[in-house]
């Protein structure tokens, strides 16, 4: 069965800085492209940023210069490191993975909190 799980989220201070990670277990599998989501109180699921397997990167225009998505594939491992952030930016973050197990999936993550405020 495969789970992402994600860890990091909390609370932190406008301006501050903030680190998310996603692990993929259930190996043996595929990853393709990784992403992550947030939805904010009130808001649609947006795309934050996604990465492909090959390494090409697309971010939202709203976090683009402070975000920087990366992945280890030794690790089955999505990050998210998060700078300058801003109250705008509190939402529930969400790891999605697209993954070729028997067939190919889409999967998510529970969910991490990630607040902003002083």
């Known amino acids: 069965q495969v789970q992402l799980v994600e860890s990091g989220g909390g609370l932190v201070q406008p301006g501050g800085s903030l680190g998310l990670s996603c692990v993929a277990s259930g190996r043996p599998f595929t990853i393709h492209a990784m992403a992550w989501y947030r939805r904010a109180p009130g808001k649609e699921r947006e795309l934050v940023a996604v990465i492909t397997s090959g390494g090409r990167i697309n971010y939202a225009d709203s976090v683009k210069g402070r975000f920087t998505i990366s992945r280890d594939n030794t690790k089955n491992t999505l990050y998210l490191q998060m700078n300058s952030l801003k109250p705008e930016d509190t939402a529930v973050y969400y790891c999605?993975?697209?993954?070729?197990?028997?067939?190919?999936?889409?999967?998510w993550g529970q969910g991490t909190q990630v607040t902003v405020s002083s």
């Open positions: 999605n993975a697209e993954i070729t197990k028997l067939v190919r999936e889409t999967y």
